[in-house]
């Protein structure tokens, strides 16, 4: 009898219910989550101590710590993507192409459950104030200390050592990114964008089309600057990190990537040695985009109000999260026009802009 991974019942439904998989294909999702766990080993950092990928998610899942969940799972997916894996694993690339896809999902659904069914860690003292305020951020720019890292025991430098080639395609950036646009909420004084809310509201109301189309048009717009100019994400097949720099391939030529500075003109190489370093940047910031549109942005304003007196008080991230959870489970999404939200939606995919940016780059401009 096969055992069971973490939540299994739970990431079925979930799969079945918002990813429109059948019953049979969700089943295969959790065997290559078994597969992984199975086969990859994970050691704390700075001991020997040792343990499996779904027993160190436990623990992080049910304590709510949603940023070092995500740093695992990333980290996990990082490893998989290291050219020769499949010599070190004895696996086909296929098979363990498979993995990174059930990961990928595995990892929204755990970020989803911690969402609405567990208490979130955080210092509840912590104030927000016009940030971004996802435990994600923490993550990207490299801010979360995690305890754990995949594969042999080694010192924490020597992870992504200078000789290793990392490779992600089209598809495993997509799946990165979009993850990263749908959980980024920022809450500014005179408006939020509650987009993780806005997400799960669309997909309760069976908008699921619409939301996954939404994300991937702002992923093909993104700009990734190169060598002799500027390329979109929907025109490069990889990305390439070795040596700390980045390249990517677009049309079948390997193209040197460069990052902006922090005062967003010079261009410089990034200096990076995973994915999760690499930040989706705002050439103009969403709170501009926000507050130049503030009459043409009614259900926001509406949803914002709902919100917020959801948290009465001072806005911290547990009450922002206890919020959420509060207005999906009241008869406000009934009172909600989905369709001039969705007209607001575009309106603001319009006037984005997003670039590749080195993460440090990116936390020297401020979370824009």
Request: a neutral charge; glycine letters at 4%; proline letters at 1%.
């Amino acid at each position: 009898m096969k055992k069971e991974i973490l939540l299994q019942k739970e990431f079925i439904e979930w799969l079945v219910n918002t990813g429109g998989l059948k019953i049979t294909a969700a089943g295969s999702y959790c065997d290559y989550i078994a597969a992984a766990d199975r086969t990859l080993e994970i050691y704390k950092k700075g001991s020997n101590e040792k343990s499996h990928l779904l027993a160190v998610l436990e623990t992080e899942v049910f304590n709510g710590n949603s940023a070092q969940m995500i740093e695992i799972v990333d980290e996990t997916i990082d490893k998989l993507s290291e050219i020769g894996i499949e010599t070190r694993l004895n696996k086909s690339l296929k098979y363990i192409k498979n993995w990174k896809s059930a990961l990928y999902k595995y990892k929204e659904f755990l970020y989803d459950y911690i969402d609405a069914e567990i208490e979130v860690v955080t210092d509840e003292e912590t104030l927000v104030n016009d940030e971004v305020i996802t435990e994600v951020v923490e993550h990207v720019f490299g801010k979360s200390s995690g305890e754990w890292q995949i594969g042999k025991q080694v010192k924490s430098s020597e992870l992504f050592e200078q000789d290793k080639i990392f490779t992600h395609s089209q598809e495993d950036l997509y799946k990165c990114f979009s993850f990263r646009i749908i959980t980024q909420d920022r809450l500014y004084k005179e408006l939020f964008y509650p987009i993780s809310f806005i997400k799960r509201l669309f997909y309760l109301k069976g908008e699921r089309q619409f939301m996954n189309a939404w994300t991937k048009e702002l992923l093909n717009k993104v700009s990734i600057h190169v060598t002799d100019g500027v390329v979109r994400l929907d025109q490069i097949s990889r990305l390439e990190i070795s040596n700390h720099q980045v390249h990517v391939e677009s049309n079948g030529v390997l193209l040197m990537a460069f990052t902006k500075e922090s005062d967003n003109k010079r261009l410089v190489p990034f200096s990076v040695n995973t994915l999760t370093r690499i930040s989706l940047d705002h050439e103009k910031s969403m709170k501009s985009i926000m507050l130049e549109n503030l009459s043409n942005l009614q259900i926001f304003k509406e949803i914002t109000v709902a919100l917020k007196g959801h948290m009465k008080r001072t806005k911290t991230l547990k009450r922002y999260k206890k919020a959420c959870k509060a207005a999906l489970e009241s008869n406000f999404i009934n009172l909600i026009d989905i369709d001039r939200l969705k007209v607001e939606m575009n309106l603001i995919s319009s006037l984005t802009h997003l670039q590749f940016m080195d993460g440090v780059e990116n936390t020297r401009k401020g979370c824009s």
